[in-house]
């Protein structure tokens, strides 16, 4: 698949979730396409994760996304079944307005029900775009990527120093460096290279171009 000029819709239901998901492809490819990062919670009903916000911010700095490429929404967290169509509307304002070619969101094999429920929106409102599913560790069960794009060394280090901009979640076992290399290691093996982010294919619409 070539992301080479292409318009790519990142959604991902919390602060930390892109990045933990497939923070060091958004670095590989962030200025070679037109992304949109879209959180649609901020978690600032929560006094313990204040930060986070901020945080996000510099986390998608430190990955190449300028700020104005970075969207909150204003769902609430953990009750994302009960805003089940308001975020089916959210997505189909995001589809005519930014004209996705690519969209990036949680695997299906993701058991947090927020996650759950906007991957299945995501797959009504994106309807004849591809979607594939990135794995965040902390709640995913039974993922296997069958889609491998690979990344770089200075790709999966950005990632890391991007996930180091949580102080919030500085001790939680799913921001711990080695393990995020190991998974880029693991599913780079699985594609025979150095280092790869891997997928759910969700949906892939593609097409066969005529040659010379």
């Known amino acids: 698949m070539n992301f080479f000029g292409k318009r790519v819709l990142l959604l991902g239901a919390h602060p930390d979730d892109i990045e933990i998901g497939c923070g060091a492809l958004l670095h590989h490819i962030v200025n070679e396409t037109d992304v949109l990062c879209v959180t649609l919670s901020d978690n600032q009903k929560n006094p313990d994760l204040k930060k986070v916000k901020s945080e996000h911010l510099n986390a998608m700095s430190v990955l190449g996304v300028p700020e104005e490429k970075v969207v909150f929404g204003t769902f609430t967290t953990r009750i994302f079944p009960?805003?089940?169509?308001?975020?089916?509307?959210?997505?189909?304002?995001?589809?005519?307005?930014?004209?996705?070619?690519?969209?990036?969101?949680?695997?299906?094999?993701?058991?947090?029900?927020?996650?759950?429920?906007m991957t299945n929106e995501a797959l009504r409102a994106f309807r004849g775009i591809t979607v594939l599913g990135f794995d965040v560790v902390r709640s995913s069960y039974d993922f296997f990527p069958h889609f491998l794009v690979e990344v770089n060394e200075e790709d999966v280090n950005k990632k890391i120093e991007a996930l180091a901009q949580y102080e919030t979640y500085r001790d939680r076992y799913y921001f711990n460096s080695e393990l995020t290399r190991s998974i880029m290691i693991r599913h780079g093996a699985l594609a025979e290279l150095p280092f790869a982010e891997g997928f759910d294919i969700l949906r892939i619409v593609g097409k066969f171009d005529p040659c010379g």
């Open 82 to 117: 009960d805003a089940r169509q308001e975020i089916l509307e959210y997505f189909l304002k995001l589809r005519k307005e930014f004209q996705p070619d690519l969209i990036l969101t949680h695997s299906k094999q993701d058991v947090h029900q927020d996650h759950n429920t």
